[in-house]
């Protein structure tokens, strides 16, 4: 369908519809990722959606939407993407994608609430941290500002979305400013989840770069550790909110819901920790 022999999508997707939506990345320039190095940005054609949703088995109830960031295709073809999963797919109740804050920032929150109303359930976004310094350094596209101004939209929308966030992404020394300033943003808005990864340095990245002329210094297990201890002890949120370090780069994979488990989880960190 696609010259991509890459797809991606979040381990929770796994036994999920896969339709492929875009290929690589519209940005593909993030310091620390290598998810689509050398692969070329484009939307699929809705007519090739189409024949893959034809093959589709009708009593489909979840469906991802592949590509790095398929939000990018805009408001009139996301549009009629869920009007042709509805068609093809009855029976799908929840479609879920990948997103960016620069993707969503070309919505408005009408648009994102009527695509919420066809289906479009569930986003999965690349927040990373609360730091504008730090976000600068891994040349994320975004500031602090933007990510919490597209978040307050969805959540006017009433569109759900996880929170994807990093820890050790501002390297030696500053695990703990960095978990202070992450819920900080976070606590700023409503999430249905919270998912933590642990910072991987991937080879042909900018970040490898960084790290072997010396600009970069990678935080140590222990440090990162504390990195998630901090973050889930400045976390209160007002509304259920998973938080889950499943995600297979993590140190330690807990999960739980916050607040009520927010205890157990930091005893579970603590322990690690002795």
């Given at each position: 369908m696609s010259g991509s022999q890459t797809i991606h999508y979040p381990q929770d997707e796994v036994h999920t519809f896969l339709l492929p939506v875009t290929v690589s990345c519209s940005y593909n320039a993030c310091a620390f990722c290598s998810m689509y190095a050398g692969e070329k940005f484009s939307p699929v054609n809705l007519s090739d959606?189409?024949?893959?949703?034809?093959?589709g088995d009708t009593y489909t109830e979840r469906v991802f939407l592949t590509g790095a960031d398929p939000l990018q295709i805009g408001f009139e073809k996301m549009n009629l993407?869920?009007?042709?999963?509805?068609?093809?797919?009855?029976?799908?109740?929840c479609v879920a994608s990948y997103a960016s804050i620069r993707s969503i920032?070309?919505?408005?929150?009408?648009?994102l609430s009527i695509l919420h109303k066809k289906g479009?359930?569930?986003?999965?976004?690349?927040?990373?941290?609360g730091s504008d310094e730090v976000l600068k350094l891994m040349n994320k596209g975004h500031t602090v500002s933007d990510a919490i101004s597209q978040a307050k939209k969805l959540n006017e929308a009433?569109?759900?979305?996880?929170?994807?966030v990093i820890y050790g992404i501002g390297g030696q020394g500053r695990?703990?400013?960095?978990?202070?300033?992450?819920?900080?943003?976070?606590?700023?808005?409503?999430?249905?989840?919270?998912?933590?990864?642990?910072?991987?340095?991937?080879?042909?990245?900018k970040l490898k770069e960084m790290v072997?002329?010396?600009?970069?210094?990678?935080?140590?297990?222990?440090?990162?550790?504390?990195?998630?201890?901090?973050?889930?002890?400045?976390?209160?949120p007002t509304t259920p909110t998973v938080?889950?370090?499943?995600?297979?780069?993590?140190?330690?994979?807990i999960k739980g819901m916050l607040p009520q488990d927010k205890e157990r989880l930091l005893a579970e960190v603590r322990k690690r920790l002795h």
């Open positions: 959606i189409e024949s893959e949703l034809k093959h993407l869920l009007d042709l999963i509805h068609l093809y797919l009855p029976y799908c109740g920032s070309q919505y408005s929150a009408e648009e479009l359930w569930d986003l999965y976004i690349g927040f990373e941290t009433d569109l759900s979305f996880n929170t994807i695990s703990v400013e960095n978990a202070v300033a992450t819920a900080e943003m976070i606590m700023q808005f409503r999430t249905r989840r919270v998912i933590t990864m642990n910072l991987t340095v991937f080879p042909g990245t072997e002329s010396g600009d970069f210094i990678a935080a140590p297990n222990r440090e990162r550790l504390i990195e998630v201890k901090t973050l889930l002890e400045n976390l209160d938080f889950d370090t499943t995600h297979p780069t993590n140190i330690l994979k």
